[in-house]
């Protein structure tokens, strides 16, 4: 990206506040006129005094005077010129954080609108994604506050000032025309020379955070394994190179530095000479205040663009941070797709026909599936962790295309349907449900927006929570996060009660959850299940006998499906993962703990 791809890119977003930006430029050019008066006064001054002093003497009255003009207009020019810099602030600034805004704004908006595989993509994991957007939308946002509060100023004011050196003299403005390309060729040299270096900068101090971060995350496993030291080293050794870096930036930048401000006082110098010369050979309209006069102009002409290294450096961050940004909103195919299907009723009869699904990263997770989802039945999936589960349920609720087959929904392509209503009609209950930060009612409140008090506690009650709630000091108005992961987990099922859909998904709703808490959201999962088409990912024994229908899923493709008991009696990958858990559970010491005497009755 150049500097015009990046100001068309920005453009959108300065115009809506194109007031701000007029009221701004005149400030500028209020400004960048009133910043010449000391050359002029001063001028006027050195001329006045000079004829005033003579050998018989001079009259005070008049050197008052002139001292009173002085006084009253360089004073004046003063206030006039803190009252112009505040409101040419006031207005970059406000120009600055809205145009920030509205870009943050535009980018949320934006990233709503994907498919789950624009998240999946690994340049677009969380934290990437966050940094890119931030150091974009802050870069891009000075880079307007730099354009019109800084950049433009400042040629504005070295323009004029030029223009007033030709003015008086055509030599003298052409010596001040010569020093600036220099000047500004060192400046570009050395944007140059830095760039590269700056660049690493940024890479070490991200690395110099992960790896703070990372030894803080994995602290007991450093202890446990007495590996202090080797952190210790790790982190020396970015520490080093990231001052060693540093070091060449601050040495190459005083360099040059040092070569700008050296050719500054060329200039000085030479046009102090050339006045002087014009002066003593009695050059038309030159007198002795001109020295001053050209020495402070010239002084204009450099002063602002001294701040052009700064400028340079941030507006080659912008280029940098902005395609990043950029790359953001005009991801155009991550759009996700939709047709226009909405019919009245939702059934849940799913039908997948020899469809592929391959990973944004290229992992190839489905291979020819077929299978059958019964309306209002008990589908379970089992199989081991990876074996493609989840990857089903995403293909059902459209997060993901797949390569091939088909899926359809009630008899209709789900391609053919409205995605938002589908996903209105269906419920989703993850391992982890996202509590969000709010109160139980708010939280409640995620699966119906326009729920009453009323229906978000009768949904509370179906979920088995509401006794719970009530007993906290601010009832529905407690904060959800601090509730157990049990409650969270029934908090996100009377949030599926409320939102009431036709077809749930449940994916190991109870895998995080500990045995007694796994007992008390039982009732609550079987009371979801209750009258819907209901699709159980579980490893929990339990919850897979009590299906109606099983799939057993291994590596992507599906081995068996079928009725639990006729599947498990046929023996293979479903019989396997049901002897293993059963194994597991230790059935037989388990018997005798529970029927201590041999009774046949347990938990007695
Ligand atoms: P299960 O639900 O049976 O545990 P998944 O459907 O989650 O299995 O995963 C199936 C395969 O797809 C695994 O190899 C897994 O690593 C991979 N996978 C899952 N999610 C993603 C993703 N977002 N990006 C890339 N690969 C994924």
Request: hydrophobic share 40%; with cysteine; proline share 3%.
């Amino acid at each position: 990206m150049n500097l015009i791809d990046l100001l068309r890119k920005i453009y959108p977003y300065v115009k809506p506040y194109k007031w701000l930006v007029l009221a701004t430029l005149i400030l500028t050019l209020i400004g960048s006129l009133i910043a010449q008066v000391n050359a002029l006064v001063l001028d006027w001054t050195v001329d006045s005094i000079n004829a005033l002093i003579k050998p018989e003497g001079f009259e005070w009255s008049r050197a008052t005077n002139i001292l009173t003009y002085i006084s009253i207009i360089l004073l004046g020019k003063e206030v006039l010129s803190a009252l112009i810099t505040y409101a040419q602030h006031y207005f970059g600034e406000k120009m600055r954080i809205l145009v920030s805004k509205d870009m943050s704004q535009a980018v949320v908006n934006r990233i709503l609108t994907y498919r789950m595989a624009f998240f999946s993509k690994k340049e677009n994991d969380t934290g990437k994604l966050q940094t890119r957007i931030d150091m974009g939308v802050s870069s891009l946002s000075s880079t307007v506050q730099n354009i019109f509060i800084d950049l433009l100023p400042l040629f504005t004011s070295a323009f004029l000032a030029l223009i007033l050196m030709f003015a008086a003299n055509f030599y003298v403005g052409l010596t001040a025309l010569f020093i600036v390309p220099v000047y500004i060729w060192i400046t570009i040299a050395q944007a140059h020379k830095l760039q590269g270096w700056r660049q690493n900068m940024r890479g070490f101090r991200e690395m110099k955070s992960h790896g703070i971060m990372g030894i803080i995350e994995s602290m007991n496993v450093i202890k446990s394994f007495n590996r202090e030291k080797i952190e210790s080293q790790k982190q020396w050794d970015i520490q080093t190179k990231f001052t060693d870096n540093q070091m060449l930036v601050r040495k190459t930048s005083f360099y040059y530095d040092g070569l700008k401000s050296f050719v500054r006082q060329v200039g000085t110098v030479l046009i102090i000479i050339l006045t002087a010369y014009l002066v003593l050979s009695g050059y038309p309209g030159m007198s002795i205040g001109k020295i001053m006069y050209h020495v402070m102009l010239f002084s204009n002409v450099t002063a602002p663009i001294t701040q052009l290294q700064r400028i340079f450096d941030q507006l080659n961050d912008a280029l940098i941070y902005a395609s990043g940004y950029f790359d953001i909103l005009d991801a155009e195919p991550e759009v996700e797709p939709t047709g226009h299907y909405k019919p009245e009723k939702v059934t849940g009869n799913f039908e997948i026909k020899g469809v592929d699904f391959t990973y944004p990263n290229g992992n190839k997770a489905l291979h020819n599936i077929n299978m059958t989802i019964q309306p209002g039945m008990i589908t379970a999936f089992v199989g081991l962790s990876g074996a493609g589960k989840s990857t089903i349920v995403n293909l059902l609720d459209k997060f993901y295309t797949p390569d091939c087959g088909t899926i359809t929904l009630d008899g209709v392509d789900l391609r053919e349907w409205d995605t938002k209503y589908l996903r209105e009609n269906i419920g989703l209950v993850l391992q982890k449900n996202h509590i969000f930060d709010g109160t139980i009612e708010d939280n409640i409140r995620y699966g119906k927006p326009d729920a009453t008090l009323q229906e978000i506690e009768e949904a509370a009650k179906k979920a088995y929570i509401y006794d719970q709630i009530c007993k906290l000091p601010n009832g529905f108005k407690s904060q959800a996060q601090q509730l157990s992961g049990g409650q969270q987990q029934r908090i996100a099922i009377a949030r599926m009660f409320l939102k009431n859909p036709p077809i749930v998904f449940l994916d190991e709703p109870t895998a995080s959850l500990d045995a007694i808490a796994t007992e008390q959201i039982k009732q609550s999962i079987d009371d979801i299940k209750k009258g819907r088409t209901v699709i159980m990912i579980s490893h929990n024994i339990s919850q897979i006998i009590d299906s109606d229908l099983v799939y057993a899923l291994q590596n992507g493709r599906v081995e068996q499906g079928g009725n639990p008991d006729e599947v498990y009696r046929k023996g293979g990958v479903y019989k396997d993962i049901i002897d293993a858990s059963a194994r597991s559970l230790n059935i037989e010491k388990l018997t005798k703990t529970l029927d201590p005497d041999g009774d046949g009755v347990l938990f007695d």
